[in-house]
């Protein structure tokens, strides 16, 4: 018996007009649909007239659905894998069932259409050659702000997801990490009623969204520029001065890979030059 395909379906990130004519015939014709929050897709298919089946498959629940959808596969069933909105997988549920088919060695097909980020990016003006997708930081602020220094000197323009009631103290925090000037982009409620594509400083944005509390709600995605290519890399005298430090209170190796990860340095590097130091020191 032949096995099913696993469809990786797009669906709209906010206008369903959006919902492309091979995702609207794959969705009709699958046995049954994956979907984050089957209340929420059930809308899009009343939208759309289909009667496919919804079974939920979300972030606690996937390790358990896994094993049963891999069997319906395995005999013979299509099914389609959707999130709340644009592509799966992208911050979203879905890696466990993919990966399971892949060993299944059963046939996974993207069937593309909206994502926020790439949306985002595409409507930005910021460089778009080479990006780095974050997705979203950690609620924690002592955490948000570690992960944003070992982001500090990325180059690449960067994409973030954020909640509506942390993007104010997002903004500030990548103020204070990236610089009050460099230049980000807002871009809240894509394709929505009340769409706003914002491009400033961060310091502006952080005006800008302290002062209108709507810019505080809905599905929010910042672009943001990367540090200009001169500055990736800290000066010397600064990275010895930092790596002497790290030196007085831990070994070679977990100074390399600290600071590696507050500058942006190459591990390696970081080792040979620690031990240079060190030995300097003796």
């Known amino acids: 018996m032949m096995t099913g395909i696993l469809y990786v379906v797009a669906t709209p990130i906010g206008n369903l007009d959006d919902i492309t004519k091979r995702a609207t015939h794959v969705l009709a014709q699958v046995a049954v649909i994956a979907a984050e929050d089957t209340r929420h897709s059930s809308r899009l298919l009343q939208f759309l007239g289909i009667n496919t089946p919804l079974v939920s498959v979300h972030d606690h629940n996937e390790a358990n659905q896994v094993q049963r959808l891999i069997q319906q596969l395995l005999a013979g069933e299509h099914i389609a894998l959707i999130s709340d909105a644009g592509t799966p997988l992208i911050s979203d549920p879905g890696y466990r069932l993919v990966a399971a088919a892949h060993h299944a060695h059963i046939q996974v097909v993207p069937v593309v259409g909206a994502c926020a980020a790439i949306a985002a990016l595409s409507a930005a003006g910021l460089p778009s050659d080479r990006f780095s997708f974050e997705g979203f930081l950690a609620a924690k602020a002592s955490q948000r702000q570690t992960q944003l220094k070992a982001l500090a000197n990325e180059s690449r323009t960067l994409i973030f997801y954020e909640a509506p009631h942390r993007i104010l103290e997002c903004v500030q925090d990548m103020a204070a990490i990236f610089g009050a000037d460099r230049r980000v982009v807002l871009a809240r409620e894509l394709t929505k009623t009340f769409e706003t594509i914002k491009q400033s400083t961060l310091a502006e ?74 030995t300097k020191a003796e």
């Open 205 to 278: 944005l952080c005006v800008f969204v302290a002062s209108d509390t709507n810019q505080q709600r809905g599905e929010i995605v910042l672009v943001v520029e990367g540090a200009p290519e001169d500055s990736t890399l800290m000066a010397q005298k600064e990275l010895d001065a930092l790596l002497l430090k790290l030196l007085k209170y831990l070994p070679i190796k977990a100074c390399a890979q600290l600071a590696a990860e507050l500058t942006g340095h190459k591990k390696n590097a970081l080792y040979d030059r620690a031990l240079v130091l060190q």
